[in-house]
């Protein structure tokens, strides 16, 4: 059992941490913008909520990221309150958000210079696929990792 955070519980996010939580039996904390829903999400699945990034990731092996866009990537790895100012040395983020290749490779630059990797890791397979477990996943990134 792995230590996971999930930041973003949108449409095809919430079912993509259940499924972390209830088919993989991880240790699953979630952080979402609207508390209301981080806290419907653990009253439906076990597992914690956090208030902001940052608390999320903090001790987790894996970090997962599914938000909107590129600005919404940045806010929750780099920004004020953002996971990667908590992220332990040797974790890994892993972002399956649908964003640029540039914010990718920024924020793999910044895991880099701070200890841990950062996989690029965009889902197909829309929310049925989440919520079914059958996305596929595209991930780029460290071999290692």
């Keep these: ?14 079912p993509m941490a259940g ?3 209830n ?5 699953v904390t979630v952080y979402n913008r609207t508390r209301a829903k981080a806290e419907q999400w653990v009253a439906q699945h076990g597992g914690s909520f956090a208030a902001t990034p940052a608390q999320a990731a903090e001790g987790k ?13 940045r806010s929750v790895t780099t920004g004020p309150e953002g996971a990667f100012k908590a992220m332990k040395k040797g974790s890994i983020f892993i972002d399956n958000t649908t964003a640029s290749a540039e914010v990718a490779r920024e924020l793999a630059q910044a895991a ?8 690029d890791a965009p889902v197909s397979g829309g929310q049925a696929g989440a919520e079914n477990g059958v996305l596929t ?5 460290d071999q290692a990792a």
């Design 61 to 73: 092996d894996f970090v997962f990221s599914c938000v909107g866009n590129d600005d919404d990537l």
């Design 112 to 119: 880099q210079s701070s200890g841990f990797s950062f996989l």
């Design 137 to 141: 996943v595209m991930v780029g990134g």
């Design 19 to 21: 499924h972390l939580k």
């Design 23 to 27: 088919k993989g039996g991880h240790d």
């Design 1 to 14: 059992m792995a230590s996971v955070a999930f930041l973003g519980l949108g449409v095809m996010g919430y």
